[in-house]
């Protein structure tokens, strides 16, 4: 099946920090992606829904200047946390598809733990 | 967004079937039903998707009401492997074609 890569799988970082994350999909092109987080024991969250060379769509209550989305490339998806701080610390996950609609499957990475100082 | 109803926690016994509901009276006429599952600290896992008619593949089957307001995921054989956080998620035009995870059922599989 498609494969989707997050990049790095986990990281600790000190608190006012920036961060980046990166979502590859590998044997596909992802016209779309979608970035999640999840805190301990609670279900994902969508964050934002990226589509190649658009500007991000976020849902309401995540800051759009804190959590920076970059989906340059039909392979590549990035997360940045912009000055971190400890109640940033979650679990981010990405998922991407390549066909729009509600047909089709996604396809998740395998999540990046942040840890903030 | 149209919401799902599952129940929180299910237990089963290796190698029986499974039968995981999911309730979705709200549901649109243009929604997908998907499921997914998560095992821990794993991002998670497509399982199988419908529309209207009933749907299998390796991994299982999804049974649909005739009229859409639930379904049923049925794993065929439990294994240990099979334990995990199961997601029954509508996916349609209304959540711009994302996925929003509610709390989904927690399977306990148990030798």
């Known amino acids: 099946g498609a494969v989707v890569s997050q990049h790095p799988s986990w990281v600790i970082c000190k608190s006012g920090t920036s961060v980046k994350i990166e979502c590859r999909s590998l044997d596909f092109q992802a016209t779309t992606m979608f970035w999640y987080r999840q805190f301990p024991k609670q279900s994902l969250m969508l964050m934002a829904t990226?589509?190649?060379?658009?500007?991000?769509?976020?849902e309401q209550g995540v800051e759009k200047d804190k959590f920076l989305i970059n989906h340059a490339s039909l392979t590549l998806s990035t997360l940045t946390v912009t000055s971190a701080h400890p109640e940033d610390s979650s679990f981010y996950i990405c998922?991407?598809?390549?066909?729009?609609?509600?047909?089709?499957?996604?396809?998740f990475g395998e999540g990046s733990r942040l840890t903030v100082l | 967004d149209a919401k799902t109803t599952q129940p929180n926690s299910m237990e089963s016994n290796e190698e029986e079937p499974v039968h995981l509901p999911c309730n979705h009276s709200?549901?649109?006429?243009?929604?997908?039903i998907h499921w997914y599952r998560q095992l821990p600290s794993q991002g998670p896992e497509y399982v199988i998707h419908?529309?209207?008619s009933n749907v299998n593949n390796r991994m299982a089957s999804l049974a649909i009401a005739e009229d859409r307001k639930s379904s049923t995921l049925i794993l065929h054989r439990a294994t240990l492997r099979d334990a995990a956080v199961y997601y029954c998620?509508?996916?349609?035009?209304?959540?711009?074609?994302?996925?929003?995870f509610g709390k989904g059922t927690s399977l306990l599989v148990t030798p």
């Open positions: 998922s991407a598809t390549t066909s729009g609609g509600a047909n089709g499957e996604l396809f």
């Open positions: 998620i509508l996916r349609g035009s209304n959540s711009g074609y994302a996925l929003n």
């Open positions: 419908g529309l209207t």
């Open positions: 709200t549901i649109s006429g243009t929604d997908y």
């Open positions: 990226s589509n190649e060379g658009s500007k991000a769509t976020y």
